[in-house]
C-alpha cells in the first residue's frame, strides 16, 4: 500500500504525487490525503477523477483559493470541506479573491504585468499582484513573528505597506486590503494565518469526528 500526506505546501507536493503514482502503478492501493492544499493543476490537465486522492479544507483558510479558480487552476481527486462557524471570514475569504482577481485577471498578468506603485512619482517602484502578494504576507509574517521571504523591497517591521502604494495606484484596492487585515495589530491578518495552520485543521476535523 502508498500512503501520501501533506500540508499546505507538502499537499501541493502530494496532491501532484498522488497524480504520478496513479499514472504509473493505478489506483489500487494508493491513497492520498491533503490538507489545505492549494490548486495544483490546469483543469484541461487532469486525465481523471482520481478517487483515491482526498483533498480536506477549510473553507475560511484563502491558501485553497489559490490559484484562483477563474484563472483555470483546481485540484486532483475530491475536496471534502470542513465545517467551520466563521461565515464572517468565509465571506471576507471570498471577496479578497474578487479583489485579487480584479488586480489579476490570469495567471501570466499576475507574474509578469507590472504598474506603477505611486504614477505620481517617477522613481516608484513598478511591482507586479505577485510582488504585492509577497509584500503583504511577509507583513503578515512578520506581525506574527514568524520568518519572512527577502523579495527585495523594503522589510523593516516598522516599513508601512500603504507607504509603498499609492491610493491612485491601480493596486489601490489590494492597499485597501492590506489596511484591513491589519487594523488592530493584524487581528484579521492572525485570523486569517490561523485558519491555515495544521492545528486549525486538526481542530475541524476532530470537531466533525466528535459531533
Known sequence: MVLVCGHSRGAACANLLGVLIDELIGEDNVYVYTFAAPATVRKGCLNREYSNIFNYINPQDIVPCLPLEKWDFTRAGRDILLQSDNEF????????????FSSAPDIESYYLSEHS??????????LTAFDIMMLMCNSVLR????????????????????????????????????????EDSFSKGREILNEHLPTRYMELITAGINK
Do not use: M, V
Open 89 to 100: 471570514l468565509k465571506a471576507d475569504i471570498e471577496r479578497y479573491r474578487d479583489i485579487l
Open 117 to 126: 506603485a505611486d504614477p505620481s512619482d517617477d522613481n516608484a517602484f513598478c
Open 143 to 182: 506581525a506574527s513573528g514568524e520568518s519572512y521571504f527577502s523579495d527585495g523591497f523594503p522589510d523593516e517591521p516598522d516599513d508601512k505597506f500603504a507607504d509603498i502604494i499609492s491610493s491612485d495606484s491601480y493596486y489601490a484596492p489590494l492597499r485597501q486590503l492590506y489596511e484591513e487585515i491589519s
